[in-house]
């Protein structure tokens, strides 16, 4: 089965009715198919901008589960630095710290299909030096 990356805005949309984007976020993921991947620093980051949602961070994990979204770590030392290495390359981007986890999980599942709402850095961004990413909501279509 095929990997499919997921970044931190196409979560928040789907669980926010108020953001902007959730319907596109909604009708976006009703087109894919493949085991959903995502870092911890993209939980961490999606549990931020959803605190203060009515039952956000719960609905969060409820949401990860019911997709059967596997959670990689990306807090070992190795990972941590390359992630590092990344931001300061793609400074002017800018990448975050969530961000570059999701590249450098690329880079380790050789997959570039990702869901995300960040189409300015991920088009910018590569993984292995020049492989590009493949914009799931975006290029659907």
């Known amino acids: 089965m095929k990997a499919v990356l997921l970044d931190t805005g196409?979560?928040?949309a789907t669980l926010d009715a108020a953001d902007p984007d959730h319907r596109f976020?909604?009708?976006g993921f009703e087109k894919i198919s493949g085991q959903v991947?995502?870092?911890g620093a993209v939980v961490t980051e999606a549990m931020f901008f959803l605190q203060d949602?009515?039952?956000g961070p719960m609905r969060l994990v409820d949401w990860l589960a019911g997709i059967g979204a596997e959670i990689i770590d990306c807090f070992a030392s190795d990972r941590v630095r390359r992630a590092t290495e990344l931001m300061e390359r793609y400074s002017d981007t800018p990448m975050d710290f969530a961000?570059?986890?999701l590249v450098v999980l690329a880079a380790h599942l050789d997959c570039g299909a990702?869901?995300?709402l960040d189409e300015r850095g991920f088009?910018?961004?590569r993984y292995h030096r020049r492989k590009?990413?493949?914009l799931l909501l975006q290029d659907a279509g």
């Open 53 to 55: 949602l009515p039952g």
């Open 99 to 101: 961000d570059a986890t």
């Open 37 to 39: 991947v995502t870092t």
């Open 25 to 27: 976020a909604v009708g």
């Open 10 to 12: 196409p979560i928040v």
């Open 123 to 125: 088009r910018t961004f």
């Open 132 to 134: 590009s990413f493949r």
């Open 114 to 116: 990702i869901l995300t």
